[in-house]
């Protein structure tokens, strides 16, 4: 099989299209699977990198290896593999159900691609798990404080939800419902439980300002929080 520079260029780039149309999907799992790591920055996180290449790599993988037949025959370089590399990449996980026939061998592609992820996804929990473990203990220490106001930081917590329009009517309906029965509660500690089973539906970005109706302080805020959120913590109130 005889492939011009210029033709393999455009099949791997063909194959790279697969990875990019499987991505809003993948992505969307990542961040499900990923919230309640609260100060997640993927960018800076080797272990999101890592996840990034194989939801990029399999679906072009499986789109060389049974789209197009690729060690079987040359495929034409035309818009039509384009075409076909769009639907491979949205249709991927339908993909992932079969084995792939390459022609020299048989691979459980579903099995590869799940370790690989399972890697990545490991990575990521280990730069990242024991930050949110230790901050969730310091709160709950700063939450039992006499200064502290669970009730105001929970009827906060309400209102943010009320008007959150990413959330289904299930989802805010059973947010609400948690927090109205943390409010009526006189255990603190179960009071405590709801607020940290929220605090990750909460964007990153809006986060100091939920704290603070909690009436945490700003040492506790500058003494926990990563230093990307200085500038929130020293802004005027």
């Known amino acids: 099989?005889?492939?011009?520079?210029?033709?393999?260029?455009?099949?791997?780039?063909?194959?790279?299209?697969?990875?990019?149309?499987?991505?809003?999907?993948a992505l969307e799992k990542l961040q499900e699977t990923c919230k309640g790591l609260l100060f997640l920055e993927p960018l800076k996180s080797p272990g999101f990198w890592f996840w990034l290449a194989a939801q990029l790599l399999f679906p072009a993988a499986v789109f060389l290896l049974w789209v197009t037949n690729f060690f079987q025959e040359?495929?034409?370089?035309?818009?039509?593999?384009?075409?076909?590399?769009?639907?491979?990449?949205?249709?991927?996980t339908a993909f992932l159900n079969a084995r792939t026939e390459t022609g020299f061998l048989t691979l459980d592609m579903k099995s590869i691609y799940n370790g690989f992820i399972r890697l990545g996804f490991e990575l990521i929990a280990a730069q990242e798990t024991r930050r949110t473990k230790n901050f969730l203990r310091a709160l709950e220490q700063e939450l039992q404080q006499p200064s502290a106001d669970l009730t105001e930081g929970l009827r906060d917590l309400r209102a943010y939800f009320s008007v959150d329009i990413s959330l289904t009517t299930i989802e805010r309906d059973k947010?609400?419902?948690?927090?109205?029965?943390?409010?009526?509660?006189?255990?603190?500690?179960?009071?405590?439980?709801?607020?940290?089973s929220l605090l990750?539906?909460?964007?990153?970005?809006?986060?100091?300002?939920?704290?603070?109706?909690?009436?945490?302080?700003?040492?506790?805020?500058?003494?926990?929080?990563?230093?990307?959120?200085?500038?929130?913590?020293?802004?005027?109130?």
């Not at 099989?1 to 809003?24: E, K, Q, Y």
């Not at 927090?179 to 439980?193: C, P, Y």
């Open 200 to 237: 990750p539906e909460v964007r990153q970005q809006d986060l100091v300002d939920s704290l603070r109706r909690f009436r945490c302080t700003d040492a506790f805020l500058l003494d926990n929080l990563p230093k990307k959120f200085r500038s929130q913590i020293r802004s005027p109130k």
């Open 175 to 196: 947010f609400l419902q948690s927090i109205d029965r943390a409010i009526e509660t006189e255990q603190t500690t179960e009071k405590i439980a709801v607020v940290e």
């Open 1 to 25: 099989m005889n492939t011009s520079p210029a033709d393999g260029v455009l099949l791997i780039l063909a194959a790279l299209v697969a990875g990019v149309f499987n991505l809003p999907v």
């Open 74 to 92: 040359q495929p034409a370089i035309d818009s039509m593999l384009f075409t076909k590399a769009v639907g491979a990449g949205i249709s991927f």
